[in-house]
């Protein structure tokens, strides 16, 4: 075997490989055959030699007018530029060109895209992280999710979002393994309106899902963050520590429901108070607080309590920015798009038109009272924002009171917002109104002060990441407060402002203003 180079008459360098006879020529036609073969695999035990072919490409042409028995030359531009590889190997008959396509520039311009993608995604996430370091957020996890492999990974960005300084209640709910487990006994699941009938069988296998889901969520929540793409950084003490602390505790005081038009619902419970000192207690101390479903009586009684009842009595009663609701499925219009954003007015207006065929839209009306929003202080169809913009003076200027008369403000020593709203039964877990029961708790929640309340499909993969930096979000939002439409400018709006005119004034199209200018 004899290696030569040359230059052809386009000034193009060619390296040569003389194969000396047949054997030769065979040899180097098996490691060519054998790299084609396996040029997108990354096998840790090919050799070096094939590593370096594994992008040939094998084409046939007529036979050359080459004088040497078998030639195989390597192409390359002149000075050793990156151009495109060439092999050629002439036999019997035939000469087989083997093409390898040099993709080392394509490579590291996608290496380049990529770089700069991810800093103009940081950049463009900077208002999102200054935004959200510091608020408080519950997340209702419904039990179709939590008895799913989707738990985990939702909960990983959880513990992300936790250590760039968002606050976490977690609330998850705990029906779907209650009925299984039930099943799985023997007994009979028993629903009237929203709550269970809670007999002791329920309550046993509450407490056993409860611990269980407890557990479990801890034991997710405690692995750190991966750290060997951050080892370059040094060594750190945090590294070895607990991913995330998780609080829990008996933060929910209930009260019997009773006996309710002549149905006795056992140790059913309904929320008496959130024990919000100490939530926001274990919130300052860096922690995620992990609230159950089982709240505890004055007498020491444990007491089953409706998820979603928890999870919105808990945002309104600690001042929650956002209750985010991850529930199994889309909420989708009648064409079945997916509705990303509802004015509280026009949620309010869907959940009041379907109120003759959905007795927990019936509830809601009851819940909030007769009066429509549309005149009072929230935002119209049209996205243009009336007076308030805030959400909270509905709140005080309306005392909902619970269907069961125990409600906001009406002597029975709750504060207001104390109470949340229930949602489940059969109704829910039928799906015959699609997911109209949460959009129902999102209204109740924002018409009580919190702004904004999201709906979040927790099968896709990411999905609280995509909704919380991503400007339309991935989910369904209902917003009390101002979200698209046209207000009066503010200080705050300057630099916006000036960003947009500032071209128009470069060219003389606009006289430079001052910031007073601008605003005035």
Not at 418 to 436: M, P
Request: charged share 25%; net charge negative.
């Amino acid at each position: 075997m004899a290696v030569a180079a040359t230059a052809n008459s386009s000034g193009r360098w060619w390296w040569g490989i003389f194969l000396q006879n047949q054997q030769e020529m065979e040899i180097f036609s098996d490691l060519i055959s054998h790299s084609d073969r396996n040029r997108n695999s990354r096998r840790s035990a090919s050799s070096e030699r094939f590593q370096t072919m594994k992008a040939a490409r094998i084409m046939s042409s007529p036979l050359s007018s080459s004088g040497n028995d078998g030639l195989m030359r390597r192409k390359g531009k002149q000075g050793g530029g990156g151009g495109a590889l060439g092999y050629k190997t002439a036999g019997r008959g035939r000469e087989t060109t083997v093409a390898c396509k040099e993709d080392e520039d394509d490579k590291e311009e996608e290496e380049e895209e990529e770089k700069h993608q991810f800093v103009e995604w940081f950049r463009e996430s900077w208002p999102y992280f200054y935004s959200f370091r510091g608020s408080t957020m519950v997340v209702l996890i419904s039990g179709e999710i939590v008895a799913s492999p989707h738990l985990d990974p939702i909960l990983k960005d959880i513990s992300l979002l936790h250590g760039l300084g968002i606050r976490f209640v977690l609330v998850p709910g705990t029906h779907v393994q209650i009925d299984k487990l039930l099943a799985e006994r023997g007994r009979t699941v028993k629903y009237v309106g929203q709550y269970r009938i809670t007999d002791c069988d329920s309550l046993e296998a509450a407490l056993e899902v409860a611990g269980r889901i407890r557990t479990l969520m801890e034991a997710m929540l405690s692995p750190g963050p991966p750290i060997c793409s951050i080892r370059r950084h040094g060594e750190n003490s945090r590294w070895h520590d607990v991913g995330v602390s998780v609080a829990s505790g008996n933060f929910l005081a209930a009260k019997k429901r009773g006996v309710v038009n002549g149905v006795d619902f056992g140790a059913t419970g309904e929320v008496k108070k959130i024990d919000v000192s100490r939530i926001r207690e274990r919130l300052d101390g860096d922690c995620i607080v992990l609230l159950s479903n089982l709240g505890y009586s004055s007498s020491g009684e444990v007491l089953n309590c409706n998820t979603y009842e928890v999870a919105t009595a808990c945002a309104l009663a600690i001042g929650a920015e956002k209750l985010i609701c991850i529930v199994d499925g889309p909420i989708l219009d009648e064409d079945g798009r997916l509705i990303r954003f509802m004015t509280l007015q026009d949620a309010d207006m869907l959940i009041r038109e379907r109120a003759k065929q959905s007795e927990i839209a019936a509830n809601y009306v009851k819940a909030v009272g007769g009066e429509d929003i549309s005149y009072s202080g929230y935002l119209d169809s049209s996205g243009t924002s009336l007076k308030p913009q805030n959400g909270m003076s509905f709140s005080k200027n309306n005392n909902a009171t619970f269907h069961n008369g125990v409600g906001f403000d009406n002597g029975n020593g709750l504060w207001s917002g104390e109470q949340g709203f229930a949602v489940g039964g059969e109704e829910r877990l039928s799906r015959l109104n699609g997911f109209l029961s949460e959009l129902a708790a999102a209204a109740f929640v924002c018409r009580g002060g919190v702004q904004r309340v999201h709906l979040l499909d927790g099968t896709i993969g990411g999905v609280l990441l995509l909704e919380l930096f991503q400007r339309d979000g991935m989910g369904t939002m209902v917003a009390s407060d101002l979200y698209e439409g046209t207000r009066a400018a503010t200080v705050i709006d300057i630099p916006g402002i000036k960003q947009i005119i500032k071209p128009l004034e470069e060219s003389g199209t606009l006289v430079r203003r001052t910031d007073e200018e601008i605003v005035n």
